[in-house]
């Protein structure tokens, strides 16, 4: 059952509003229990209470519905209210304005989407954004993406625009804040995180949020159907506005904006002009929400300076210094409203009504200043009473505390003042993207780990109630145990714990360094000669060996090694599709791992290690847990992820998965968390004593060489170039981790990536670097040294 409570003072006037309101009846009690319909966050003959709690009217059966459906027919308007369809779809505003929209715009006809793909897809999408954010969550996106369909809507642009660029610049809306950790590319990089680390400091989160949403368009396969030239366009599109969306290159936008203006030299049949435009439009719909009608307005203030000053706290916390507009001991929710709107917003919806006089342009305008003016109001009103309030005390205390502040030096600790602060600090950070590439140079080397160690618990005992609220992360932000271990603190091997108790997907720099590399491959060899399938279902004797795997194991051997698994796997009862959803276990994703191996022989052989360890389930496994960590918050979706754990095979041969949904259940009861659970499972699985495999092996190098596959996952290579494996090599790499690296593909390359050895670009090379520090310790390949030629390191 799920409770809908509308939070205090929020609900009915946000239905109200929109007079949405039929004349429902009021029970007593408040309380009505009704069937939902399409309007379901999940399962079947779900029962939603609905409880209005400040007047106590409630909805009927099927009333959320109709709610709803006439809520979305005005989807186009300016004042459309997403908390209150947020609410009405049961925190699916997202999805079902997506949806909506791809209606709407015909996008599903056009195109000949399959529906159950695009749902699928959206539904993906929800799921990345964190609902823990108080800002970057799916109703961001859902309003960023209503507010992109209004855009699309004006004559000027429905007019100049294909049916592919309207469907691009929604996809780009609902995708455009994947996976957001809640705090900023400052931030992340302050504090090491891998991300920072996977796109040198650049566009971190923009970066990530593209190759998310790459990831998903390939996983869900919707549009899969595409041919070649199609999807390399929208590709191209998706990527350019999502970037586009970085703040902190507003005004290297406004400037070309303005400019295009000034000569009047935008052509809306060049494509390179519409998709600027398209860019720019993406640019207003994220910061439009300043051009809302004020009670609408209002709230995405509180709630994005919500966010800020999260972060803040955070940064006090780790005794980093405290961004500005972050501090909320020192600013307010109003003096950041009014520096923001007056000094990134409305220069830019001024440029934008040049561009498009239209009465939606001025509306926009006439919202932002009249809100401006409000805020403005607001924070002199609040001065003026904290003025009052600070002449009340008597004259004798203000002596005192007078001669006390001057003593210990605490006047120091006022706060910064002035109302421009949060516009100071949109200059100190603005940057253009030729700044970019001195950053890439320059921030590590002068932000090193050891300057900003936190005072954190050192023994990973920490519980989770000691780790701030904000570290609670997925993808983009390692979890508190990362934080703590491998991002805070120099990447040693020695401060990685090892065993069993961990594994997440890592950051880059968290990458074993193995000096027992070759132990590795020769206990895990072991462990495939013992595995229980030998022979059974796939004949290892066609295999290379592990221990002699060299240069002269061609890659496409792995490939068709990883399809004889894929086969074996179906042949246990495993539903392949679902296989093909996790990493290290289908055809594409070993093809990418052979990449690697053309990279570097050393990876090449893990990559097939991996491929066998996939094989005899053991990575599956792991995986799922990884996999039910990173994509879950809550026991119940763990759940849903889980199903395919009970559908490995049990016929002795392999191994008895203990996790089942009772004992998630039991969990959820007693409140133990989810992880918890798994990592009793895993424990378990590896004490399994009729496991011959298991036992046979050292459990420390196990978990190891998953660091490894979780590594190369990390270090993937975009395999765009590659005719054969396109689509589905980055599928995996992207969907697996949903941290995939902005490498670029080897297009220099005549003939796509096996064919010959692959010389890493410039680009590649600092992501490269982990791996290269991997095989330092064994003999091929000469240790990189920072100065020598990026291409030399993979010369013979
Ligand atoms: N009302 C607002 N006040 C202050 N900053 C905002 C506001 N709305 C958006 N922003 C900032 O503008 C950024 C636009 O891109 P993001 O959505 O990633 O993150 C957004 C916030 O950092
Ligand atoms: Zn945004």
């Not at 921030?443 to 618990?457: G, R, V």
Request: glycine share 4%; with cysteine.
């Amino acid at each position: 059952m799920i409770m809908v409570v509308a939070g205090r003072g929020h609900n009915m006037d946000d239905v109200a509003s929109v007079q949405l309101l039929p004349p429902f009846k009021r029970k007593r009690d408040g309380i009505v229990r009704c069937r939902s319909n399409s309007f379901r966050q999940s399962k079947k003959n779900e029962n939603i209470e609905l409880k209005m709690l400040d007047d106590k009217t409630c909805y009927q059966d099927g009333e959320i519905l109709q709610l709803g459906k006439r809520l979305l027919s005005t989807v186009g308007e300016w004042d459309f209210n997403m908390f209150t369809l947020n609410k009405l779809t049961n925190g699916r505003a997202l999805f079902h304005t997506s949806l909506h929209l791809f209606q709407e715009h015909n996008l599903i006809e056009i195109f000949k989407l399959d529906i159950v793909k695009l749902m699928r897809f959206i539904s993906l999408v929800e799921e990345g954004y964190h609902s823990s954010n108080p800002y970057h969550n799916a109703v961001h996106a859902a309003d960023v993406t209503q507010a992109m369909h209004c855009y699309l809507r004006e004559r000027k642009l429905d007019k100049a625009l294909s049916p592919l660029e309207k469907m691009t610049a929604i996809v780009s809306a609902i995708t455009h804040d994947l996976d957001h950790p809640g705090v900023n590319q400052a931030f992340l990089i302050a504090t090491s995180n891998h991300l920072a680390t996977l796109y040198n400091n650049c566009s971190v989160l923009e970066n990530h949020h593209w190759r998310s949403a790459l990831g998903l368009l390939h996983e869900s396969g919707v549009f899969e159907h595409f041919d070649r030239s199609l999807w390399k366009t929208m590709e191209w599109q998706l990527k350019s506005l999502i970037l586009a969306t970085d703040i902190t290159r507003q005004q290297e936008f406004l400037l070309r904006l303005r400019n295009h203006l000034d000569q009047n030299n935008l052509n809306l049949d060049d494509i390179e002009h519409k998709n600027f435009v398209l860019q720019i439009a993406l640019k207003c719909a994220d910061i439009s929400n300043p051009g809302r009608p004020w009670e609408l307005s209002k709230r995405w203030s509180e709630l994005v300076c919500d966010e800020f000053f999260k972060q803040g706290d955070c940064e006090r916390q780790f005794n980093l210094p405290v961004t500005p507009f972050c501090d909320r001991l020192s600013t307010t929710v109003a003096k950041i409203q009014t520096g923001f709107m007056n000094f990134v917003v409305m220069p830019l919806f001024k440029e934008w009504y040049r561009f498009n006089r239209t009465s939606l342009s001025e509306v926009m305008l006439s919202n932002i200043k009249a809100n401006a003016d409000n805020w403005d109001r607001i924070a002199l009103e609040a001065e003026a009473q904290k003025l009052k309030q600070e002449q009340e005390p008597l004259a004798e205390e203000e002596e005192e505390e007078e001669e006390d502040l001057d003593n210990d030096g605490m006047n120091d600790m006022k706060p910064p003042g002035g109302s421009h602060q949060y516009h100071t600090t949109i200059v100190v950070i603005e940057r253009t993207a030729a700044d970019c590439d001195d950053e890439k140079q320059s921030t590590k080397s002068s932000e090193s780990a050891e300057s900003i160690i936190p005072d954190l618990p050192q023994t990973g005992d920490s519980t989770e109630d000691d780790i701030p609220l904000c570290l609670y992360r997925r993808h983009s932000l390692p979890p508190p145990y990362m934080m703590c271990r491998d991002t805070m603190f120099p990447n040693k091997r020695e401060s990685f714990q090892r065993g069993l108790s961990r594994r997440y997907s890592l950051p880059v720099g968290a990458m074993p360094n193995s000096n027992s590399f070759d132990k590795l491959v020769e206990k895990l060899s072991s462990l495939v000669d013992s595995s229980p399938t030998n022979g059974t279902h796939f004949d290892y004797d066609q295999r290379p060996r592990i221990v002699s795997i060299s240069q002269s194991l061609d890659a496409k051997t792995l490939s068709s090694a990883a399809l004889e698994a894929s086969k074996l796997t179906s042949a246990h009862g495993l539903d392949p599709a679902l296989l093909a959803q996790r990493p290290y276990t289908s055809e594409p994703h070993i093809a990418m791992l052979a990449h690697q191996y053309k990279l570097n022989n050393r990876i090449g052989n893990l990559a097939y290690l991996a491929k066998n360890l996939s094989v005899a389930g053991i990575v599956p496994h792991l995986h799922s847990r990884v996999h039910a960590n990173n994509r879950t918050e809550s026991v119940s979706t763990c759940r849903q992820s889980l199903p395919s754990l009970s559908t490995l095979p049990v016929d002795g041969s392999f191994f008895n998965i203990p996790i089942h949904n009772e004992r998630l259940d039991s969990a959820e009861a007693s409140g133990q968390h989810v992880n918890a659970v798994c990592e009793e499972s895993e424990r378990s699985l590896f004490g399994e004593k009729n496991n011959p495999a298991i036992q046979n092996t050292d459990k420390d190098l196990l978990i190891e060489a998953m660091h490894c596959v979780d590594a190369i996952c990390l270090s993937g290579v975009d395999t765009a170039d590659n005719p054969d494996l396109t689509h589905q090599s980055t599928t995996i790499a992207h969907s697996s981790n949903h941290v995939a690296p902005a490498l670029k593909s080897p297009s220099s390359q005549p003939g796509g990536m096996f064919s010959g050895r692959h010389h890493a670009t410039e680009e590649e090379m600092p992501l490269l670097q982990p791996l290269q520090n991997f095989n330092k310790d064994s003999n091929s390949e000469p240790p990189r040294s920072k100065k020598s030629h990026p291409n030399d390191s993979f010369s013979h």
